[in-house]
């Protein structure tokens, strides 16, 4: 079971440089989320996708951009990477809103 | 606004005794709360779930959570505590407005000593 497969697991980026987070499910879920992860700061929503067609701004949006491909496929842009977003991020999905989310296993972006 | 706080940042415990990781919440209207669990270097994974009902909730790996509605708690429970429950311990909250989505706490380190 592949479940949610995020790619890159690891990324380094330069100050001003762009990138794209890929992320996908196989498992027939309606919502997608990307979250950031910081020490000592928990999860943070960054934007999520309701359903198909549909994207929202979570806590924190600026700084990213997001794209629901299709059902499956959700990704995250970072057009101008600046080291406040050296983070570890996560993309996760769910049936509907029912809080019970299933996460990928993360991807580590530093930016110098 | 919907939040949880997690009150400790780690909390140890030698293996075998009970373990407690803390969690409360403010929220408007009925409380949809939750319990995760991440492991070194992987994404997080539901552990258990509180939306009505028997205010002890029964989860995996043989967690269970308390909740109790004059004190906001929602603390996480096992009675025996393994090595290997040693992970990052996340409680969350559903935002009862809008789309509804899971506000997280900051996380305990629960730690287990053998």
């Known amino acids: 079971n592949a479940g949610v497969t995020q790619t890159p697991k690891f990324q380094v980026l330069k100050t001003g440089q762009s990138m794209t987070l890929q992320c996908a499910q196989d498992m027939n879920h309606n919502s997608m989320y990307w979250y950031r992860q910081d020490p000592g700061m928990g999860l943070r929503l960054i934007y999520y996708?309701?359903?198909?067609?549909?994207?929202d701004k979570g806590e924190v949006p600026n700084g990213y951009n997001v794209s629901r491909l299709n059902k499956r496929e959700f990704s995250l842009r970072l057009e101008s990477a600046a080291p406040s977003q050296t983070s570890v991020y996560f993309c996760?999905?769910?049936?509907?809103?029912?809080?019970?989310?299933?996460f990928g296993e993360g991807s580590r972006l530093t930016v110098l | 606004a919907q939040s949880v706080a997690q009150p400790e940042d780690q909390v140890n415990v030698a293996e075998g005794n009970p373990l407690t990781v803390k969690c409360t919440y403010s929220v408007s209207g009925n409380p949809y709360l939750f319990w995760y669990v991440q492991y070194p270097n992987r994404g997080l994974q539901f552990l258990l779930k509180y939306i009505t009902g028997d205010n002890l909730v029964k989860g995996s790996y043989g967690f269970e959570a308390e909740f109790n509605k004059s004190q906001t708690s929602f603390h996480l429970k096992k009675p025996s505590a393994l090595v290997s429950d040693s992970a990052l311990y996340f409680c969350a909250v559903r935002d009862n407005t809008g789309f509804q989505k899971l506000v997280f706490g900051t996380g305990t380190r629960l730690l287990v000593s053998p």
């Open positions: 996760a999905s769910s049936i509907q809103n029912t809080g019970e989310l299933f």
């Open positions: 996708s309701a359903s198909e067609g549909t994207t």
